[in-house]
């Protein structure tokens, strides 16, 4: 589902989290293992300030795991506690308590200072739309109680979800709008299908795709559409004629359906069909 931004919006949206991050100890963070800074919010460190925080990289089943490492490593050097997930997958919350335990450590002993005991840690989940925010409540609740949905600004009764004896997360997730005033950011974020597609049309988006995949994932063009060999120094138009001509994608007669070829590599991409591919690592 897909949120239209505007001004009006976007103050509701922040209000909202001004709010209810003061509530809690925990801001966890989701990003696309992807495009990991493309999907992060530019004012969240802000929001976020005096939180402890945990970055959890989403969508790491879709994402070069190459790439996974080097993006944890960047995060873990800015002093964030750090987990790679597949949201989709139970198994790959289990290492989420001892994170949420370990980014809130100077909390924890600072209450035992002060001789407060068994004060649970409160967190809540916070995102760009489309970035995995409900999957995650979900798996990681175990059970289905996180409304789905995206709307910024909703007013919510506050739900507490509680997740162990040391742990409760806020039912509701953050929905942080995407650095849009970013061009290279909104194509990303197009590509990943978290914005909508009309910054590029398809046809634009699937060839900025293509240009990219060819130098850096030529081998995952390669098994997916058996492309020859000389295509590849042609551009991306080239690439997009040869990948709708083995593909049969036709129009009437015998002409070249791009559009239909368009809307199929960006579908591959996003599915993972192509495989892994991550569209940015850091400077
Ligand atoms: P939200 O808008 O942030 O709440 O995002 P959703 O939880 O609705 O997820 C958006 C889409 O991404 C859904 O189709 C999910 O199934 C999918 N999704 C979420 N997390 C993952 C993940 O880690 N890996 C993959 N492959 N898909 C995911």
């Known amino acids: 589902m897909q949120v239209q931004w505007y001004p009006g919006h976007m103050t509701k949206a922040r209000r909202a989290m001004k709010e209810d991050i003061k509530l809690v100890d925990l801001v966890i963070e989701l990003l696309d293992a992807r495009a990991p800074l493309s999907s992060r919010n530019p004012d969240i460190d802000e929001l976020g300030r005096q939180k402890a925080r945990l970055i959890i990289l989403n969508k790491a089943d879709l994402a070069d795991t190459r ?17 790679q997930v597949d949201a989709r997958r139970r198994a790959d919350m289990k290492p989420i308590q001892a994170a949420i335990l370990s980014a809130c450590r100077e909390k924890i002993e600072r209450d035992r200072r002060r001789g407060i005991k068994n004060r649970p840690v409160r967190a809540m989940v916070v995102g760009i739309p489309n970035v995995g925010k409900s999957t995650f409540i979900n798996s990681y609740a175990g059970r289905a109680c996180a409304k789905t949905g995206n709307r910024p600004g909703v007013t919510r009764g506050n739900q507490w979800i509680r997740l162990s004896k040391d742990v409760e997360l806020l039912d509701t997730p953050g929905i942080l709008w995407p650095k849009f005033e970013d061009q290279e950011v909104g194509i990303k974020l197009a590509m990943l299908g978290s914005i909508k597609d009309d910054i590029l049309n398809t046809d634009e988006l699937s060839m900025r795709l293509l240009d990219y995949l060819s130098v850096r994932y030529p081998e995952a063009l390669r098994e997916r559409y058996q492309l020859p060999e000389e295509v590849y120094g042609k551009g991306p138009a080239e690439i997009m004629a040869e990948v709708a001509r083995l593909r049969n994608c036709l129009l009437k007669g015998s002409e070249l359906d791009y559009g239909k070829a368009a809307r199929m590599v960006i579908e591959d991409f996003r599915s993972g069909r192509l495989g892994r591919i991550t569209l940015e690592l850091p400077d």
């Open 67 to 83: 790439a996974n490492k080097v993006w944890e490593t960047y995060f873990e050097d800015k002093g964030c506690t750090v987990v």
